[in-house]
């Protein structure tokens, strides 16, 4: 019996330790993306899990239903932002926040708190004006938030600004006081994409959608 002649137009046969190391190879790349795709979710969800279980739990020994205590203090949050708007119940969130603010101990936590979340999502938003900043060279740049402008308690001089570089993979940054020649203002790239930028550290693109241009006297 004859063997076969290969034509011109026929592939080799790939041998089958080099057909398995494909396989395995294959299998690895399916893990590693259902991985990329799996985890952001898992992680997300487990983040919710945890905080609708801790908001649940502070009302847990007087509201046995489960997800009751989560909408109990949901409502009770909007309620309180809703009474706030009244020129009566504010001024008098404004003597608490003053004496609160007085208090010895208290003052520690309450006052850096109240400032971060002021500076971060309230009326005097801080982390809204995007910027390049030249810190050790002059070709080296980091991305930053200008947060500051009148810095005079620190005697450095009308020409210094303060801003905010963000961690990459982390929660924290660090506050630099520059002289306004070493900031460029970015006109482009709106302050929560400058955020995620800065903190994956560069891995994904930044969108130059919907931004406003914040320029720098």
Known sequence: MRTPRSTPDSKPAIPKRRRAR???RRLGHYVVRGVLVLAPIAITLAALGWLFRS???LLQPY???PGAGFVSVFLLILFVGWVSEFWVIERIIDILDEWLARVPGVRLVYAP??????ALVGRERRFNRTVLVRLFDTDVWAIGFLTGEDIAAFELGADFVAIYVPQAYNVAGQLYLVP???VRPLE???AGDAMRYAVTGGAVDPSTNGATPVPLP
């Open 22 to 24: 494909l396989y395995v």
């Open 55 to 57: 908001i649940d739990n």
């Open 63 to 65: 509201v046995q239903i």
């Open 113 to 118: 708190v109240r400032d971060f979340l002021n």
């Open 180 to 182: 306004r020649d070493r």
């Open 188 to 190: 482009k790239l709106s």
